[in-house]
Each structure stands twice: as C-alpha cells, then as structure tokens.
C-alpha cells in the first residue's frame, strides 16, 4: 500500500477545512487527466465531463468526510472509474424501464390492432348478410368453403358466367359497404 505523501496530507487537510484555491488547483491539475482517463470506456464527451464534474462537486460536498488511505491520484481516477459504473448503471436500468414501456405499448396496439380486426369481421359479416340469396351464396361457396367457379356452377346449377358476375357483383358490394 502506498503511504500518502506530504504534499496530498496538505491538499486533504486543506479540502477538509474548505480552502476553495486548494480545490480549484485540484480540479484544473486533474480534470482533463481524468477525462482522457475516462476515454478508455466510453466516447462520449458529454458523459465524461459531466462524471468528471459530479465527481468533483461530490468531492467538495464530502470533504469534511474525507479518508484517503491510498495516494490522491489513486483516490480519485478510482472516484470517477465509480461514478462512470454506477452512471452506467442508472443508464442501463432506465434503457431496460423504457424498453419495458416500448414492450407494453406495442402490446397495447396489438390488443387493439385485434379489437380492430374483430371489428373489422364483424362489419364483414353483416355486409354478407345483406348480400342478394343467390349473390351471397355464390360468394360463401367460393370464398369460405374454398370451392372453384365450376364447383359452384354445378352444384347451383347456374353457368360459370353467373358465378362470375355474381362474385364480382360481391367483391363490389361488400367494398362499398366496408367503407
């Protein structure tokens, strides 16, 4: 363990007692230092000067507290190594709380997405209902039981022609309806 030179037991007991010049020459010695040192973890310019910077205020908030048992260059490169992990932490849970509330929400428009789709049946069905007889049961024949124009022509006994029309005579009514 490295014993605490002189010159650091000075700048302490100075912090201790609130001797701002003491502070200002720390943080002008170390700011940049730290945030190059900070580089070596993020890119972020923003985020390394403002983790460098509460790095300090909390420094300066803590004096009176303050125990350093290792050098002050050690003391604080560990400060802000702290603050930038417990900052990426923060960042981490509140990426992981918003990405929760992106979850919810697209559960949300998928709930309604199928309220929407229900709805959209049920607007469907009453439009076949109100389909001609001979009309709607071509279109059931064809579309829902998956039958072929020929199937349907046999079996209603009508010609392929009449299908035909009576499909699109559907398609179109049904379009319009759905409006």
Known sequence: MTKISADAKFV???LKKGDQRVFEKLYSD???KLCFFLLNYTQDKEIIEDIVQDTFVKLWINREKLTISTSLNSYLYKSVYNNFIDN???????????????QLALYKIIDT?????????????????KLP???KEVFISIKLSGMKYKEVASTLNISLKTVEGHT????????NCMK
């Open 113 to 129: 997405d199928e309220e929407y789709k229900e709805e959209r049946l049920n607007k469907l069905d009453k439009c076949i209902a």
């Open 133 to 135: 007889p001979k009309c």
């Open 30 to 32: 170390y700011f940049e």
């Open 12 to 14: 302490i007991a100075s």
């Open 168 to 175: 699109r005579k559907a398609y179109v009514f049904i379009k």
């Open 88 to 102: 990426y932490r923060k960042k981490k849970k509140r990426d992981t709380l918003l990405e929760s509330y992106y």
